[in-house]
Each structure stands twice: as C-alpha cells, then as structure tokens.
C-alpha cells in the first residue's frame, strides 16, 4: 500500500504566483514591496547574496500557508482612470483562482492600491489617444 502523498507549500511560492498572476491583471501597472522587502532586498544586494534577486520576483506581495489555506496579501500601483475597487476585485479573483490551480489551496487575497500614476506609460497613452485630434501644443 502506497502511503499518502503529503504536500508542504511554502509561502515564497504562494507569494511568488500571487505576484505573477497580479501584474497579468490589466490596470495593474507594477507590484511595490513592503518596507521589509525592500530593505532585504538592498542588504542582499550590499552583502552579495544572490538569493535576495529570488525576493524580487514577489516583491510587493506577500504570503502565509496555514491549515491549508493561503493568506496573501498584495500592494500594488495603478494609473489615473482605473476603478481602484474593480481592479482591486479582479486581482483578488485572479490570484485566488491562480493559487488554487497551482497548489489547491484556497486563498484569501488582500490587495492595497498604494499609488495611482498621473502620467500613463509611453506605450498605453499612444494607444489611447486618438489619432484625429493633435497633442496639446501642436495645435
């Protein structure tokens, strides 16, 4: 008889497709550490330590597996014109039904809008802006 399989995940891994799942979500702009990751993060990188790079793969979210099930918490920067509370349900469903595809454990996903960019990036203002009307100042 084959004993049964007993199956250990670690919080890094819950927190690092939490991470990966959420910046897919569109109107998510980029995911921002905590305090404690950044300052990992920078005494990692003053003493060489190659395993703080791994870190930043989910920097800005973070994770704790308990009794079978994953508390996830997310800080994130958006830009102006996304509903923070729709973006906020989107990423918190997307997470959710990632982690429990990857690793079959129900998650409770906190997410925190810690910013909204005024200046949208280069490449998302040239696809939203119409190509009748002429920039301000070339007018």
Same mark, same amino acid.
Request: net charge negative.
């Given at each position: 008889?084959?004993? =049964?399989?007993?199956?250990?995940?670690?919080?890094?891994?819950?927190?690092?497709?939490?991470?990966?799942?959420?910046?897919?979500? =569109?109107? *998510?702009?980029?995911?921002?550490?905590?305090?404690?990751?950044?300052?990992?993060?920078?005494? #990692? /990188?003053?003493?060489?330590?190659? /395993?703080? #790079?791994?870190?930043?793969?989910?920097?800005?979210? /973070?994770?704790?597996?308990?009794?079978?099930?994953?508390?996830?918490?997310?800080?994130? *920067?958006?830009?102006? #014109?996304?509903?923070?509370?729709?973006?906020?349900?989107? *990423?918190?469903?997307?997470?959710?039904?990632?982690?429990?595809?990857?690793?079959?454990?129900?998650?409770?996903?906190?997410?925190?809008?810690?910013? *909204?960019?005024?200046?949208?990036?280069?490449?998302?203002?040239?696809?939203?802006?119409? =190509?009748?009307?002429? =920039?301000?100042?070339?007018?």
């Amino acid at each position: 008889m084959t004993p =049964p399989v007993r199956l250990t995940v670690g919080d890094a891994v819950v927190a690092r497709i939490a991470a990966a799942t959420a910046r897919e979500v =569109p109107g *998510v702009v980029a995911l921002r550490p905590d305090l404690a990751q950044t300052l990992l993060g920078l005494a #990692g /990188s003053l003493l060489g330590d190659r /395993s703080a #790079g791994d870190a930043l793969s989910a920097a800005g979210a /973070s994770a704790a597996v308990q009794d079978g099930r994953a508390e996830v918490a997310l800080t994130l *920067v958006t830009t102006l #014109g996304h509903n923070a509370r729709d973006l906020s349900a989107a *990423v918190q469903r997307a997470v959710a039904a990632q982690v429990r595809a990857e690793t079959g454990l129900d998650a409770v996903v906190t997410v925190t809008v810690a910013d *909204v960019l005024l200046d949208a990036p280069q490449a998302e203002r040239a696809s939203t802006q119409s =190509p009748q009307v002429p =920039p301000p100042g070339n007018r």
